[in-house]
Structure formats: structure tokens, C-alpha cells
């Protein structure tokens, strides 16, 4: 599993394969390709060069060794990983949306507030 942080530096979630996991240990999301989508199977954004962007190409989060995105905070300590709950079933998944070019900003959406 490696660890998603947000622009604080902290950890918010997991990503283990295509899966997403909050710091609970809960299902969140996952991936197909580089399109992220949340537990609904709704299209949030997606995951290029380790940083996780919303629909406008500004980066909500990101992982170990990102580097060509806004200026990085320093890492604080890292929560111990999850223990996994079950996996739901998840949706058909709609077509992802055409990503917007990627910006080296920050976007005003948190982890959570990316995911919903």
C-alpha cells in the first residue's frame, strides 16, 4: 500500500493496486487507467506522475516521489497502514471525462471533498 498525502503533508488514504482506502482501512475508490473514481463509481479526476488532480487539472493529493507539481510540503510522520475491510461491489463505470491540462497548483477541494 503507499500512502496518498495532502498538501499539509499528511496522510489521507492508501492506494493499494487500483484501490483506494481512507485512513480507516474503508473503500473509497479506485482506478481504471488514470481516471479516479469514488465508491459511486462516479468520475472524481485523476492520477498522473503520482499526484491526484481534479477536473481542472489542480492537484488535490499525491503520493511518494511526485515531483513536476506545485511545491511539495515536508512529509509528516506516516499513520501505520490500515487493516482492509471488504471491497463493495462496485457500478458500471461511465466513460472518464476528458482531463484538463495538468496545473502546477494546489486545487480548493480536499481528499474528502475530491472523493464525493
Not at 3 to 31: E, P, R
Not at 53 to 61: E, L, M, S
Not at 62 to 71: D, I, N, T, W
Amino acid at each position: 500500500m503507499q500512502a496518498i498525502y495532502n498538501k499539509q503533508g499528511y496522510t489521507v488514504g492508501w492506494l493499494s493496486g487500483k484501490d483506494l482506502y481512507n485512513t480507516s482501512g474503508y473503500f473509497i475508490g479506485y482506478l481504471i487507467g488514470n481516471a479516479v473514481y469514488n465508491h459511486k463509481s462516479q468520475y472524481c479526476g485523476t492520477l498522473k506522475q503520482s499526484f491526484f488532480r481534479d477536473y481542472n487539472g489542480n492537484v488535490v493529493a499525491f503520493l511518494s516521489g511526485a515531483k513536476g507539481g506545485p511545491a511539495l510540503p515536508s512529509l509528516k510522520s506516516l499513520t501505520n497502514k490500515p487493516i482492509k475491510k471488504s471491497r463493495p461491489t462496485t457500478k458500471s463505470v461511465p466513460p472518464a471525462q476528458s482531463a484538463k491540462p495538468s496545473k502546477p497548483s494546489w486545487s480548493k477541494l480536499n481528499w474528502e471533498g475530491f472523493l464525493q
